[in-house]
């Protein structure tokens, strides 16, 4: 069945760094492209960071434009989100989701605190 599995996530003092990984089975990963959702505690939740299928394109949210890179590997069915310099304000469940056109699927999520 359909998989997407994060990991990474944890407990980081402002300023520090983490990757998040999202492993993905049960699908044609290579068709798909694959984004980086987030939700806090009593917000919606938003796109992160999106990257086409073969990785040629990305798109950030202006709130994390320069800190945070995504990736993927399509070889290891494998997409990343480096995160530098967090933010108390990046606190969040971070989802991984990936989509071809009308189709798509989501992960359980990580937890991510940015906390001193």
């Known amino acids: 069945q359909v998989q997407l599995v994060e990991s990474g996530g944890g407990l980081v003092q402002p300023g520090g760094s983490l990757t998040l990984s999202c492993a993905a089975s049960g699908f044609t990963f290579s068709v798909y492209a694959m984004s980086w959702y987030r939700q806090a505690p009593g917000k919606e939740r938003e796109l992160v960071a999106s990257i086409t299928n073969s990785g040629s394109v990305t798109n950030y949210a202006d709130s994390v434009k320069g800190r945070f890179t995504i990736s993927r590997d399509n070889a290891k069915n494998m997409v990343y989100l480096q995160m530098n310099s967090l933010k108390p304000e990046d606190t969040a469940v971070y989802y991984c989701?990936?989509?071809?056109?009308?189709?798509?699927?989501w992960g359980q999520g990580t937890q991510v605190t940015v906390s001193s």
């Open positions: 989701k990936g989509q071809l056109l009308s189709r798509y699927y």
